[in-house]
């Protein structure tokens, strides 16, 4: 079966201080992988997704990009980060255009 | 430009009637939906889909309903446990499209 991690669990950054969020998927290969952000109270928002290896679209203009050095690892990343930063970010995958399936999450509390 | 509405942020149940989530579209493109069901600190969970060339589809005691004409889905539960408070996002997905766009959630809550 499919499993989808995502590390570190809850992270407490200062402003200004870099990022890096990694995203693994087991048992599959091939998958969609996206990347989003819930900020408090709010929905989900479509950060970036990737469709294959080096290839990433980004959704919204910010300070974040992300990367897809494998198959199956997906990593946000900022160089800088932003007090707009702090919420829960969420790794999906899919086998395809359909349906996704979501890791755990990482709270991203900046300070 | 939200093309994924639920315009109900919370809604309160008692247990054991139904709930009834609902969800409008505005881009008529959209040929597949779906609900999630997330809780706190926890990523969001598959609930039941549905394409857009049926009106109904039931799992258990879940059921979503679709009306094209409408541009209009809903999610009931019934009957309502306590273990489905929580919030509930619907979503849609163009043809061949690589992303799903998301509703705000809507929070429902089950009273004993």
């Known amino acids: 079966s499919q499993t989808i991690h995502q590390w570190p669990a809850t992270l407490v950054q200062p402003v200004g201080s870099p990022l890096s969020l990694e995203c693994t998927v087991e048992?599959?290969?091939?998958?969609?992988l996206y990347w989003y952000r819930q900020a408090a109270g709010r929905g989900l928002q479509l950060l970036f997704y990737?469709?294959?290896?080096?290839?990433i679209s980004s959704e919204v203009p910010q300070n974040l990009s992300a990367s897809r050095p494998q198959d199956r690892q997906f990593i946000l990343s900022s160089k800088k980060l932003l007090l707009s930063d702090s919420g829960f970010y969420l790794c999906?995958?899919?086998?395809?255009?359909?349906?996704?399936?979501f890791g755990p999450g990482t709270r991203l509390l900046v300070l | 430009d939200q093309q994924v509405k639920q315009n109900s942020p919370s809604l309160s149940v008692q247990e054991g009637r139904i709930s009834i989530l609902n969800c409008d579209y505005t881009?008529?493109?959209?040929?597949?939906f779906l609900w999630y069901k997330k809780y706190p600190a926890e990523g969001p969970t598959f609930l039941i889909s549905?394409?857009?060339?049926?009106d109904k589809n039931e799992d258990g005691r879940f059921t979503v309903f679709l009306n094209k004409s409408a541009k209009h889905l809903s999610l009931h539960i019934v009957p309502s446990q306590p273990g489905d408070s929580a919030v509930y996002f619907c979503?849609?997905?163009?043809?061949?499209?690589?992303?799903?766009?998301f509703g705000q959630g809507t929070r429902l809550t089950i009273n004993p």
């Open positions: 999906a995958w899919s086998p395809g255009p359909e349906t996704q399936y």
């Open positions: 048992g599959t290969s091939n998958p969609n």
């Open positions: 990737s469709v294959g290896i080096g290839q």
């Open positions: 881009n008529s493109m959209f040929d597949y």
């Open positions: 549905i394409s857009s060339i049926k």
């Open positions: 979503a849609a997905s163009f043809p061949g499209a690589q992303k799903l766009v």
